[in-house]
């Protein structure tokens, strides 16, 4: 996608993920997920 502004030109470019930042993402998101789960199982309690 190519913007033309008052003689700018700005483009965007989707970005590229190796595979090792894709698996790196997936762990990232995994831990999140266990996270999210303790934090909601301390609060159910109350």
């Known amino acids: 996608m ?3 502004i008052l003689f700018f ?4 470019k ?3 993920f ?3 930042e ?4 997936q762990e ?3 831990i ?3 996270h999210k789960d303790r934090q909601f ?3 159910n309690h109350f």
């Open 2 to 4: 190519t913007l033309h």
């Open 9 to 12: 030109t700005i483009t965007i």
């Open 14 to 16: 989707r970005r590229k």
């Open 18 to 20: 190796t595979i090792d």
């Open 22 to 25: 894709m698996l790196r993402e």
């Open 28 to 30: 990232v998101n995994e």
């Open 32 to 34: 999140m997920e266990q």
């Open 41 to 43: 199982s301390r609060y």
